[in-house]
């Protein structure tokens, strides 16, 4: 368990670092020409001290709230780091946010300056900037933002910077992150140094041996998830503060995420489900189209038999894989695991998944294939994982213990309770919210979950989502939702049904996973109209929502369903940044579809 820190703030660690060894490898960064250059702990040093003299230099000063707006990048980190080596508050916005969604935000929060990556953020906000009288400041990075900063401040004598370095404190303000809201207007997190720090020091404490490929190597890890959230946020600071080589990639897309696992080679991931889901698919079609599905999927069974087999052991339950298992695994270790290792760059050997429930046969596979994933949990309220599986006992279908130092509670109607150092401070001028979820110092998360005899927690649902029948019956939609998107076919998966007779859902599927299983069967390619249409798609489907159905009562399963032409996105407001469902959006946008259910 990490010691509540008694001095200092988050930016400490790039300068001690700079001086404890100065020619580490921190960072890595892309170039130009995209390939990796190094940047070491004297390099981050220096630019992160002269964007700081450079945000003095214009105006930034101790306490003010500066808007981050862009992909996960380099740059971020820089500012994030300078902001809170004067004293400043970072505000993250997703670069996908609207201009409403953006005023609120920056109103909200009084942000007084702000950084972009291009002209189409800045004209975001420049379309609300006439609301927005305290902001000051609008630095674009593709326009030259950082070299204008460097510039700004070069007069600024480093003591300066030092000055109100010293004068952040554990308890200073870090950083306003918003919840992304599947409901309502987004409420800012109030979160601190302190926060942080306690997360990050106890996930390192306790995880550090894992982020390695293998014992002595440098840890490096690739981030790929938005920056704007905490998952992402959480990442960068444990990396800097726990010496792991941190790149970026700012597309979480499987056909521009892959190549750079490759080339970047990573020792250790941390990513949500969706990555994992692709990185097999690519790796099940591939084999598909080598007419090898046959050994692919029997390699598939293997894995997860042998994995279950190792749970097994490591819990007392049975003597682990039989011999004829072993010698089954090792046949597949070089025709398919290590093929699936190579697509995530070769050197992870362990991942942390969270965001949303991980299906505990995906977990399975990628255990018996030679990656560990330890699933966690948690909100932005707790700053990122509260729960998480331990390295020397993972239980799959769970999202592990609490982390050293936390405490976790199932209230009487269900409702998992969190308390811990890393509990936010509250929502940002909003006492009435705050009371609603901080109770002495508890955090009611809204997610239904319960806890095994070895104090593993299982998420089950959350309470506003909890579907009631007009037969009185409640349904939790998100595990028929997760064992209906299992199928490689499907993409999404909403479960309706409140004040309705039965259970139904809306699916979308994966268009690439459906041209490839159109291209084996020899048919020609289909259009998204046409896809609502196609009987042998639907029998696919139909069997995904059998499958699930097997796992509930007949009063909770899916009676109906109905294949939409074109997947759920952010972009439609439909989907959170984290890539959650926004099911009240959901419901009125296909108000007509989820009515002929009913009919």
């Given at each position: ?17 700079a ?10 960064r ?10 070491t ?124 370095r ?47 490929s ?9 981030l790929?998830?938005?920056l ?8 960068e ?6 010496r ?12 521009a ?7 970047f ?6 990513a ?13 079609r591939?084999a ?69 429930g ?41 999202v ?20 811990g ?25 809204g997610?239904?979950g ?6 593993y ?22 595990g028929l ?15 309706v ?31 998204p ?7 042998d798609l ?54 007509v ?7």
């Amino acid at each position: 368990m990490a010691a509540a820190p008694l001095v200092g703030g988050l930016a400490d660690a790039v300068f001690d670092h700079a001086v404890d060894d100065p020619d580490r490898v921190t960072l890595g960064r892309k170039d130009d020409a995209g390939e990796w250059q190094d940047v070491t702990s004297t390099q981050l040093r220096d630019e992160v001290l002269a964007l700081a003299k450079g945000l003095l230099a214009q105006g930034v000063r101790f306490g003010d709230r500066v808007a981050l707006m862009c992909p996960t990048r380099y740059e971020w980190t820089l500012f994030d780091f300078a902001l809170w080596t004067v004293g400043a508050q970072s505000v993250p916005i997703y670069p996908t946010s609207s201009a409403e969604q953006v005023h609120w935000m920056l109103h909200d929060a009084g942000v007084t300056a702000c950084m972009v990556e291009h002209e189409d953020h800045a004209m975001t906000i420049g379309s609300v900037i006439d609301r927005l009288p305290r902001l000051k400041r609008l630095w674009q990075l593709d326009a030259g933002a950082v070299a204008e900063l460097f510039e700004a401040g070069a007069h600024i004598e480093d003591e300066v910077v030092h000055r109100h370095r010293r004068a952040v404190t554990p308890d200073s303000i870090a950083t306003i992150i918003y919840t992304s809201g599947t409901t309502g207007r987004p409420k800012g997190c109030v979160l601190t140094h302190a926060n942080f720090m306690y997360e990050t020091d106890t996930l390192i404490g306790r995880w550090e041996p894992v982020f390695h490929s293998r014992p002595g190597d440098e840890a490096a890890t690739l981030l790929f998830l938005p920056l704007a959230h905490v998952f992402g946020r959480m990442v960068e600071v444990a990396a800097i503060r726990g010496r792991v080589k941190l790149g970026h990639q700012p597309v979480l897309q499987a056909a521009a995420l892959l190549p750079d696992l490759v080339s970047f080679r990573p020792t250790f991931i941390l990513a949500v489900p969706y990555i994992f889901e692709k990185v097999f698919n690519a790796a099940r079609r591939k084999a598909e189209t080598a007419g090898k599905l046959g050994p692919f999927d029997k390699a598939v069974d293997v894995a997860v038999r042998y994995a279950e087999a190792m749970e097994h052991r490591a819990f007392g339950l049975g003597p682990g894989p039989s011999a004829a298992l072993r010698l089954q695994h090792q046949f597949f270790e070089k025709l398919v695991y290590s093929k699936v290792r190579e697509a995530m760059g070769g050197r992870v050997r362990h991942a942390m998944s969270g965001g949303s429930g991980m299906d505990r046969r995906l977990g399975l596979f990628f255990e018996g294939a030679g990656v560990t994933i330890f699933e966690g949990y948690g909100l932005t309220e707790s700053c990122a994982a509260a729960t998480a599986n331990p390295p020397e006992r993972t239980r799959y279908g769970t999202v592990g213990q609490p982390i050293p130092g936390t405490t976790v509670h199932i209230a009487e109607d269900g409702e998992v309770w969190v308390h811990g150092g890393q509990i936010f401070q509250g929502y940002l001028g909003d006492p009435k919210a705050t009371d609603a979820v901080l109770r002495d110092g508890w955090l009611a998360t809204g997610d239904l979950g319960a806890l095994d005899e070895d104090g593993y927690l299982t998420i089950t649902g959350r309470k506003k989502e909890i579907l009631k029948t007009s037969g009185g019956k409640s349904v939790s939609p998100a595990g028929l939702e997760e064992r209906v998107r299992a199928h490689p076919l499907v993409a999404q998966c909403i479960v309706v049904g409140n004040d309705r007779p039965y259970i139904a859902a809306l699916v979308t599927v994966d268009q690439e996973a459906v041209d490839h299983w159109l291209n084996i069967q020899g048919k020609p390619p289909l259009q998204p109209a046409d896809l609502v249409r196609d009987p042998d798609l639907e029998m696919e489907v139909r069997r995904a929502v059998v499958a699930a159905n097997t796992s509930v009562s007949k009063a909770e399963s899916i009676r109906t369903f109905r294949i939409l032409a074109h997947p759920f996105s952010e972009e439609h407001g439909l989907l959170t940044p984290s890539l959650k469902l926004k099911r009240k959006a959901i419901e009125k946008a296909y108000a007509v579809e989820v009515e002929a259910l009913y009919q």
